[in-house]
């Protein structure tokens, strides 16, 4: 989820400044494939701030733009046989908040259950990049869920 406090590190970063966003993370997932070509990598999105959902939807237009922008870099990274993954942390929060709040009182970290949610959604996302398929390498999408709390 790298990235979410980049939305309150300064003046330069913050909900208007989507390009500095997203190349601060494309720099940083770089260096992490270039220092370790190996690695297997799993890139989750960032989650949203309950003060900025409306009727189920995030409203934050960097957080979109940030959140495609890491994933369709997954699928580039991938397409050339880096061992990186995408995990759609806020696609899961959102679905999750359906069935309750998870935020702490702030509106930015998570609740004790939000917390288990979290979790929960990491365990799945490294079993499954740990794991592989029989055939060939697994999808670089890992698969997320909000039934499990």
Do not use: C
Request: hydrophobic share 40%.
């Amino acid at each position: 989820m790298l990235g979410t406090n980049d939305f309150f590190a300064s003046d330069v970063r913050g909900d208007n400044t989507s390009e500095f966003l997203t190349k601060s993370l494309q720099g940083i997932i770089d260096d992490i494939l270039l220092l370790r070509p190996n690695a297997r990598v799993v890139v989750a999105s960032i989650p949203p701030f309950k003060w900025e959902i409306q009727k189920g939807v995030d409203t934050s237009q960097t957080k979109t733009k940030a959140n495609a922008f890491l994933k369709q870099r997954v699928l580039q990274l991938s397409a050339r046989g880096k061992r990186i993954f995408f995990l759609d942390m806020h696609a899961a929060v959102l679905a999750r908040l359906k069935q309750g709040d998870i935020f702490s009182d702030d509106g930015l970290h998570f609740n004790d259950e939000g917390n288990k949610f979290i979790a929960q959604q990491w365990i799945r996302a490294l079993f499954a990049v740990l794991q592989g398929r029989p055939k060939g390498r697994p999808t670089p999408i890992v698969p997320t869920t909000s039934k499990n709390y």
